[in-house]
């Protein structure tokens, strides 16, 4: 993946990636949260463990879990992967059988303990607890109004919102919760837990992903399918727009708390956040990607020596276009995936010596070959400049670029922590300046159409509107404008 918050040209600390997602090679786009849910297995809390684990990439900041056996909340939170939060005494203290769990990244200056998730609060009715993927846009509206009329909010999270519109209703749980959803603009997965029941819920447009699975008589619940494989549970389905799912000891009630409008599944989950082993709307990512490359070389064939992919999240495109052209797939890039949060990060002097901690390119694959570059984006340019440099640096005689989405133009409000407008390199700048730009030999972006052919596979008639592509074409599928208040990133 390129990209990227980084100051622009610069080769420092900052300019490797601190807690990033799953790839961890420099600076790039943040993905949002991740959400485990359980409701009836007597060992919630592992389950929860291992599912979070699974959905670590979504989020490094951040994780937490809470419990409960239909008595008091017991809970955990901290900063850190899941395998640091958590200990084998601390979730053997954590005994319930419903569970709601958070992996968590946020926006610069956010990361704190007390907005780690999930969010717990005592109401008239008892306990509740929340998580949330995603982002709520009007909720700095929502939040000032509340304050207004005396809410008193503990965390700087917008999350906590529903928990004060829930805990300022007249009506039962269900109902509160109903009406709090229908005041929420965005593109979200909330998972609500009391001492009694789960509910689920995804926005009326579906932007960001969540399924259920069966693991014997328990409901679990998911961001990502991949979490389900990990503990060996049945996927049943995904939650669909505007859903709202309830478990109690009654077992599972659909209903919903708002009509489906268009459904806009995040495009960039396909091309780049979820793990190759998802599923999305029933394809495999892993797939999904490979078409993309093929789609990618029927658009855009090179005369080249090898393919190599950005690790990890191109690999799979850059099979596919291998296959589709016959060029040989070679590991042309390598990522280190031991340089974490915690690594020291070399001196100047070091840096400019060649310390590539996090990439490298492969001499004996690169040298003397015209090499065809896959990856998944370009946020701000700077990362693509720098890896087409490293194979430069390494003997590459050419190098291609080829980019599995549309050129990214405009921010995202949904979720994903992307820059101001001006600093994204395409909403500027025509393609033939982008390849000067990053120093490639040529530069094609996959077509709008191509990408919904590789998302859809055979169902390319039932794809058509499914994805949200705004960040492409500026069609955003809710309003983002709450009187100038509109927000980048994760509310979560
Ligand atoms: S604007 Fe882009 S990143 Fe944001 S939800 Fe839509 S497709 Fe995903």
New binding site residues.
């Given amino acids: 993946m390129s990209d990227e918050l980084i100051p622009q040209g610069l080769w420092t600390g900052d300019y490797f990636n601190e807690g990033s997602g799953h790839d961890g090679i420099f600076n790039k786009l943040k993905e949002e949260c991740g959400v485990f849910g359980v409701y009836g297995h007597p060992e919630a809390a592992s389950l929860s463990y291992y599912g979070l684990h699974a959905l670590q990439h979504r989020g490094e900041e951040s994780a937490g879990l809470c419990v409960t056996d239909g008595g008091e909340f017991n809970y955990h939170r901290g900063m850190g992967l899941v395998k640091e939060v958590f200990d084998k005494d601390r979730l053997a203290s954590l005994v319930g059988d419903c569970s709601i769990g958070h992996v968590r990244y946020s926006t610069s200056g956010d990361s704190r303990l007390t907005n780690a998730q999930p969010l717990v609060f005592k109401y008239r009715d008892g306990d509740l607890a929340v998580a949330t993927n995603g982002n709520i846009v009007n909720a700095p509206k929502i939040r000032r109004d509340l304050e207004q009329s005396g809410s008193i909010f503990q965390t700087t999270s917008d999350t906590e919102v529903i928990a004060h519109l829930i805990a300022r209703s007249s009506k039962e749980f269900e109902e509160a919760a109903k009406d709090a959803l229908q005041q929420m603009v965005g593109?979200y997965a909330f998972l609500l837990m009391t001492n009694d029941k789960l509910l689920v819920a995804s926005d009326p447009n579906g932007?960001r992903p969540i399924s259920m699975a069966r693991l014997g008589d328990a409901y679990l619940f998911s961001s990502e399918t991949c979490a389900f494989e990990t503990i060996g549970a049945k996927i049943i389905r995904d939650i669909e727009p505007g859903e709202l799912l309830i478990v109690d000891r009654n077992g599972l009630r659909e209903d919903r708390f708002a009509e489906p409008q268009r459904k806009?599944l995040?495009?960039?989950?396909y091309i780049y956040f979820a793990r190759p082993d998802s599923d999305l709307n029933g394809s495999n990512l892993h797939s999904a990607r490979k078409r993309m490359g093929k789609i990618m070389a029927q658009q855009s064939f090179v005369d080249a020596d090898v393919v190599t992919g950005v690790p990890d999240s191109s690999i799979s495109a850059a099979i596919g276009y291998a296959e589709q052209t016959g060029i040989p797939y070679e590991l042309g890039l390598i990522k280190n995936k031991y340089t974490g949060r915690t690594f020291i990060q070399p001196s100047q002097e070091l840096r400019e010596q060649g310390v590539k901690m996090k990439l490298s390119a492969v001499r004996k694959v690169v040298e003397g070959m015209r090499v065809v570059m896959i990856d998944d984006s370009i946020v701000r340019g700077t990362t693509s400049r720098r890896i087409v440099n490293l194979l430069r640096e390494a003997g590459a005689t050419e190098v291609h670029v080829r980019i599995t989405s549309p050129p990214f133009k405009?921010p995202?409000?949904?979720?994903?922590d992307?820059p101001d407008r001006r600093e994204l390199i395409a909403s500027s700048r025509s393609i033939e300046e982008m390849r000067r730009e990053i120093h490639a030999d040529s530069l094609v972006f996959i077509s709008p159409e191509g990408l919904i052919e590789a998302v859809a596979g055979n169902n390319v008639d039932d794809y058509k509107g499914g994805?949200?592509?705004?960040?492409?074409d500026n069609d955003?599928p809710t309003r983002t404008d709450f009187n100038g208040e509109e927000k980048f990133g994760c509310s979560c």
């Fill in positions: 593109g932007l806009a995040c495009a960039m989950e405009n995202c409000f949904y979720g994903i992307t994805l949200c592509m705004a960040c492409f955003y």
